[in-house]
């Protein structure tokens, strides 16, 4: 939220594009991270690269709260300090991996479900945190011996070193290796130096079914792309729709969102026990549909045009959008300065967006509505994947693929602003919206293609020996 502003203090001359960058770099180093560390966990002690990689992010963390200090080139320090937290951030894929080698297939969606849970409860608390850190102001506090600013931008990120701090501790004190095998009866782990490993061979990869594991690693390309979609365009299209400032689309949205966590975190929690009674298929298909519903509601339905932006126009004339300014990045558009002779902030929808002139306007219900189906589908879509995954691969250690999947979604958060930038920007939301229902479609078909084989490892090797009898 503070990244904007921070970027405009420390370097006058970043531009909005700019910005972008420093936005995506975040998936970026996450998404070359995630298959390192997995591959890391899957031969050495799962702590060595969890307290590695914890460390990067805290000293990345001080990097970004120090990018004011340096005379030139304070963007690229920031750029750096925003990809080298997205690399620390790539041992989600060893804290997946560890959980599904340290529960049994039945705990194994109550497990998943809680740590998604607690993902979604740092997703309510992140902007209420920020919000508390802008009571320090601009200018806070300043330690000149360190030449350390304690402000409402670096307050956060040094909260967040903190906390880095504590979970190192954390790892050394409390953590300890656990292994066991589908059944949930204990057994050796390959993270334990000097110990031979008595679950199945490594060979036992080729039993793995490898259509099943790349489905799943579309399908949950498409649920991250979708909602990374739904996240970076609620500002700009309640600002077009609704005619709100900059202020307010980000007061709103931050309580819509905060909303959307709560809503995720009660989800989180019913699926647990729903999954026993359905199963994870089911509920991944019933979630696919729930998200369909969501975005096919914010397609625009009525007769009344949103109110135009007139700005900068003129001779009554309505500008068309040169083939150069198809690759100008979403942000970019969104955060053009206001002229020096304004002192009012334009609202509305922009003439410079033709479709303006001849889309209906969303209504406030749609998207509430849509806000409250999509915060309903995607925690099931995306705990019953990471399940689903994990089932599906069995008892060898999950760290690569874990990575894989991992960095599969980082992937869909970088393309998710893009395909925003493209097509919202200069087709208009029905455009938006109608295509992303086609590729939720696309990948409801693909999940009944591949339904009968999204089954747990020990289940399908069972089958495979009684057929081989």
């Given at each position: 939220?503070?990244?904007?502003?921070?970027?405009?203090?420390?370097?006058?001359?970043?531009?909005?594009?700019?910005?972008?960058?420093?936005?995506?770099?975040?998936?970026?180093?996450?998404?070359?991270?995630?298959?390192?560390?997995?591959?890391?966990?899957?031969?050495?002690?799962?702590?060595?690269?969890?307290?590695?990689?914890?460390?990067i992010?805290?000293?990345?963390?001080?990097?970004?709260?120090?990018?004011?200090?340096?005379?030139?080139?304070?963007?690229?320090?920031m750029?750096?300090?925003?990809?080298?937290?997205?690399?620390?951030?790539?041992?989600?894929?060893?804290?997946?991996?560890?959980?599904?080698?340290?529960?049994?297939?039945?705990?194994?969606?109550?497990?998943?479900?809680?740590?998604?849970?607690?993902?979604?409860?740092?997703?309510?608390?992140?902007?209420?945190?920020?919000?508390?850190?802008?009571?320090?102001?601009?200018?806070?506090?300043?330690?000149?011996?360190?030449?350390?600013?304690?402000?409402?931008?670096?307050?956060?990120?040094?909260?967040?070193?903190?906390?880095?701090?504590?979970?190192?501790?954390?790892?050394?004190?409390?953590?300890?290796?656990?292994?066991?095998?589908?059944?949930?009866?204990?057994?050796?782990?390959?993270?334990?130096?000097?110990?031979?490993?008595?679950?199945?061979?490594?060979?036992?990869e080729?039993?793995?079914?490898?259509?099943?594991v790349?489905?799943?690693?579309?399908?949950?390309?498409?649920?991250?792309?979708?909602?990374?979609?739904?996240?970076?365009i609620?500002?700009?299209?309640?600002?077009?729709?609704?005619?709100?400032?900059?202020?307010?689309?980000?007061?709103?949205?931050?309580?819509?969102?905060?909303?959307?966590g709560?809503?995720?975190?009660?989800?989180f929690?019913?699926?647990?026990?729903?999954?026993?009674k359905?199963?994870?298929?089911?509920?991944?298909?019933?979630?696919l549909?729930?998200?369909?519903?969501?975005?096919?509601?914010?397609?625009?339905?009525g007769?009344?045009?949103?109110?135009?932006?007139?700005?900068?126009?003129?001779?009554?004339s309505i500008?068309?959008?040169?083939a150069?300014?198809?690759?100008?990045?979403?942000?970019?558009?969104?955060?053009?300065?206001?002229?020096?002779?304004?002192?009012?902030?334009?609202?509305?929808?922009?003439?410079?967006?033709?479709?303006?002139?001849n889309?209906?306007?969303?209504?406030?219900?749609?998207?509430?509505s849509?806000d409250?189906?999509?915060?309903?589908?995607?925690?099931?879509?995306?705990?019953m994947?990471?399940?689903?995954?994990?089932?599906?691969?069995?008892?060898?250690?999950?760290?690569?693929?874990m990575?894989?999947?991992?960095?599969s979604?980082?992937?869909a958060?970088?393309?998710?602003?893009?395909?925003?930038?493209?097509?919202?920007?200069?087709?208009?939301?029905?455009?938006?919206?109608?295509l992303?229902?086609?590729?939720?479609?696309?990948?409801?078909?693909?999940?009944e293609?591949?339904?009968?084989?999204?089954?747990?490892?020990?289940?399908?090797?069972?089958?495979?020996?009684?057929e081989?009898?």
């Open positions: 939220m503070s990244v904007w502003p921070y970027l405009q203090k420390i370097d006058p001359t970043a531009d909005a594009s700019f910005l972008g960058w420093i936005i995506a770099s975040y998936s970026i180093g996450q998404m070359v991270a995630s298959p390192l560390f997995g591959l890391w966990s899957n031969y050495r002690p799962r702590r060595e690269p969890l307290v590695i990689s914890t460390a992010s805290v000293a990345a963390n001080c990097l970004y709260a120090y990018v004011h200090v340096p005379h030139s080139h304070n963007r690229y320090y750029l750096a300090a925003r990809a080298l937290v997205g690399f620390g951030a790539g041992n989600v894929a060893v804290v997946r991996s560890y959980i599904a080698g340290a529960t049994s297939l039945m705990e194994r969606t109550s497990t998943m479900a809680n740590t998604s849970a607690c993902q979604a409860v740092g997703f309510i608390l992140g902007p209420v945190f920020q919000t508390c850190f802008t009571l320090i102001g601009e200018e806070g506090i300043t330690w000149k011996l360190v030449q350390l600013q304690l402000n409402m931008y670096t307050a956060p990120v040094l909260f967040a070193a903190l906390l880095g701090v504590i979970n190192i501790i954390l790892f050394f004190s409390i953590f300890r290796e656990h292994q066991v095998d589908d059944m949930g009866r204990q057994c050796k782990s390959v993270n334990f130096e000097g110990e031979e490993s008595n679950i199945p061979d490594q060979d036992a080729g039993n793995i079914d490898h259509v099943a790349v489905a799943i690693n579309f399908l949950f390309f498409v649920i991250l792309f979708v909602f990374a979609v739904f996240e970076t609620a500002t700009p299209l309640t600002m077009d729709m609704y005619s709100w400032t900059r202020k307010e689309a980000v007061f709103y949205n931050g309580i819509i969102l905060s909303m959307v709560i809503e995720s975190v009660i989800v929690m019913v699926v647990k026990m729903l999954s026993k359905t199963g994870e298929r089911a509920i991944l298909h019933g979630g549909l729930i998200v369909l519903v969501g975005f096919f509601i914010l397609l625009p339905w007769k009344k045009l949103p109110n135009i932006q007139w700005q900068e126009i003129k001779n009554n500008p068309r959008t040169a150069t300014e198809m690759l100008m990045p979403f942000w970019s558009l969104q955060a053009t300065p206001l002229p020096s002779n304004h002192t009012v902030e334009p609202v509305g929808c922009p003439v410079t967006q033709s479709w303006c002139l889309t209906p306007m969303i209504y406030l219900a749609q998207y509430i849509s409250i189906l999509i915060g309903l589908g995607y925690p099931v879509c995306n705990v994947s990471y399940t689903l995954y994990s089932k599906i691969l069995g008892p060898k250690p999950q760290g690569v693929y990575g894989w999947l991992t960095a979604g980082s992937g958060r970088i393309l998710g602003p893009v395909f925003v930038s493209q097509i919202y920007t200069h087709l208009g939301p029905r455009w938006a919206f109608s992303i229902c086609g590729v939720v479609v696309v990948s409801l078909l693909l999940l293609i591949v339904y009968k084989r999204l089954i747990a490892f020990s289940v399908r090797y069972g089958r495979m020996q009684e081989n009898c």
